[in-house]
Structures are given as structure tokens and as C-alpha cells.
């Protein structure tokens, strides 16, 4: 059982239970708001690719709250230096993992060297991790596929799981598919390959020193309970989005807290004050609240609620009054 008392700010990191990066998704109003719902869950930042952190407003793409934490930063990028010296950015800046993203099959990022395409170079691989590990103290991750195609024998992923971990990797979360980098949009990617946990799990069996995270298509709590006899941790991804509610119950069913769950209407209400600092700096209400939508599903009310806070937020002067009425729907469910 993990102690309550624990503060949020820098928490341990524990890998049992993550919510995936996810590209337009995972900004910081979105964690800031699953963070209202699990105090212990590891919360990853959206890909950023090392050009825009070297190249680009780096302050905006590290920006987070200390309330985030636990969090990670998710890499994106192929050159060893550029990669180390956006780990030291990101150590700097509080993140306490630094991950590589060894899965996502876009075009734009193959053609860039990053994601999926990177399975077929488990040498380049290895020496990006090695030279983050080498500069900075946090520990430095890796997400990937079980193959790609041309590439998907278990022979190959066993060969780059073991080059990557030699080069001091220790944790790895592995997204059960195979990507197919040319004829397949990443939503296909997500969805044609089939899933392939039997894989995943004679990953953990040939490599039990290292950290076995389990990733995709994972949708229940129920399923994360049954997949942590076999694995050290689950990533959610598109589900915590949709169902952000079914992190208020990952504390006590996963990490054993005794605290209660928050309530949907709370967890709406202890946005207010962020939402009101965001005003106030110049930012719209629908950054934030865009990302609290799937609060609002299976109880009278519900399709009001996303009305309100998805096409009346932009038609109104009084976006906290919205807000108000929003949580006044929530009450009792």
C-alpha cells in the first residue's frame, strides 16, 4: 500500500498504472485534469520531437504543473546528442522519466527518423539511450512495438530489446502490435494489427530482470488487474481519454490506497481555479475543458453536459458560469 501522506509534487514513480502520450491530447490542461482523478497514476507528456525543444519555444513544450507528478517527457528523435541534450532539458525543467518513442508509425516521423521506423536500428537505438543516460540522472525509458513489418519475428524483438537494455535501459512498455510503416494510417496501426499479448508476455518471461510495461488495447480496470500478473505495469491510452473517470478508482484498485475516490463534480469544480489562471493569461476555457468531455457519459444530463462545455463555450461571454452549470449536471453521478 502506498501512503496517502505522500505529496504530489515529485511523487514516486511507479509504472503499475500510466496514461499514454498522446499526440494532441496529453498537453499539460489534460494532465492537470487526470491528475485530479488519480494522485499515483504516471502521466506522459505528448510526443516532442528534439527540433522543437532545441530548435523551437522549448519553455512552452516543457511547460507543466508541479501537481503533474509523477510525470514523463516523451521524445521523439534519432541523433544521440541532440536526444541527450533534450534529457538534460528535461531533467532541468523537473520530469522525472525521459522516454523514447520507439512505436508511433506516422509518415511525417518515419521520414524524420523517429517511431516505429527506429525497431529496425536497435543499434541506434541502444546509443540515443546511452547517451541520455549518460547525461542526465533521471531514468531514461523506451515505448515500442513488438515489430514492424519485414521485421517482426520475435528473434528481432528479442534482438532489440537485449541491445537497448544493454545499453542501461531497464524499462520498457510495449505497445502488443506490430506497426505497418507503409499502406496504414496511425489510427489503422492502432487498430488492424492484432494484438499480440501472448508475445509481450514471453517478452517478460525471456527478460524477467527488466520492466515489462504492457500497452494497447487495454480498456478496463478489471483487465489491468488480470494483466499485472504477467506484467510490472498498464498504459492507457485512448480509454483514459474517453473514460477519464475510470482513473478516480485506479488508486484504490491498483496502488491500494484507502482514500476515496473523487467524485465527477469535485473533479470539475478543482479545475476552477486553473481554468481562471488560464483566462487570466490570456488563454480560451475550451483548451481546458476540451479534454473533460468524457466525464459526461451514462447518466441523465450527460449529452447537456458535453453541449455546454463543447458548443456553448463558444458562444458565451460567462465561460465560468458555463463551468458552474457544467458541474451542477455532474452532482450525484
Not at 545499453?167 to 489510427?187: Q, Y
Not at 481554468?275 to 476555457?285: F, K, P, Q, S, T
Not at 458548443?311 to 463551468?323: C, R
Amino acid at each position: 500500500m502506498l501512503p496517502d501522506s505522500q505529496t504530489t509534487a515529485h511523487a514516486a514513480l511507479f509504472r503499475r498504472f500510466s496514461v499514454a502520450p498522446m499526440m494532441d491530447w496529453t498537453d499539460r490542461h489534460c494532465r492537470y485534469f487526470l491528475r485530479q482523478l488519480s494522485r499515483h497514476a504516471l502521466l506522459y507528456t505528448e510526443m516532442v520531437t528534439t527540433g522543437a525543444l532545441l530548435h523551437g519555444d522549448a519553455a512552452r513544450f516543457l511547460r507543466h504543473d508541479v501537481s503533474e507528478h509523477p510525470l514523463a517527457l516523451q521524445l521523439g528523435g534519432s541523433v544521440p546528442g541532440d536526444l541527450a541534450a533534450c534529457a538534460k532539458l528535461a531533467e532541468a525543467a523537473g520530469y522525472d522519466e525521459v522516454n523514447l518513442n520507439v512505436g508511433c508509425p506516422s509518415d511525417r516521423v518515419q521520414n524524420n527518423m523517429i517511431g516505429a521506423c527506429l525497431m529496425g536500428h536497435p543499434q541506434l537505438v541502444a546509443d540515443c539511450v546511452r547517451a541520455m543516460r549518460d547525461a542526465v540522472g533521471i531514468e531514461v525509458t523506451v515505448k515500442h512495438r513488438i515489430g514492424i513489418n519485414g521485421r517482426d519475428s520475435y528473434a528481432e524483438l528479442c534482438d532489440f530489446v537485449g541491445q537497448v537494455r544493454d545499453a542501461g535501459c531497464r524499462s520498457f512498455t510495449v505497445h502488443a502490435r506490430i506497426a505497418i510503416l507503409e499502406g496504414l494510417s496511425p489510427k489503422q496501426n492502432r487498430e488492424v494489427p492484432p494484438l499480440r499479448y501472448d508475445i509481450a508476455a514471453q517478452l517478460k518471461q525471456d527478460f524477467p530482470d527488466l520492466e515489462i510495461i504492457l500497452n494497447g488495447g487495454i480498456k478496463t480496470l478489471e483487465e489491468c488487474r488480470a494483466h499485472l500478473q504477467t506484467f510490472d505495469g498498464v498504459m492507457l491510452g485512448r480509454e483514459a481519454y474517453h473514460n477519464p473517470y475510470l482513473l478516480a478508482q485506479v488508486d484504490s484498485s491498483l496502488f491500494g490506497s484507502d482514500a476515496p475516490a473523487i467524485s465527477r463534480a469535485q473533479a470539475l469544480r478543482n479545475m476552477r481555479p486553473y481554468i481562471e489562471r488560464h483566462l487570466a493569461e490570456g488563454g480560451a476555457m475550451h483548451h481546458v475543458t476540451r479534454h473533460v468531455l468524457g466525464l459526461g457519459q451514462g447518466f441523465p444530463g450527460a449529452r447537456r453536459f458535453r453541449q455546454l462545455l463543447s458548443v456553448d463555450i463558444h458562444k458565451t461571454g460567462e465561460p465560468l458560469a458555463l463551468l458552474d452549470q457544467a458541474v451542477a449536471l455532474l452532482e450525484g453521478h
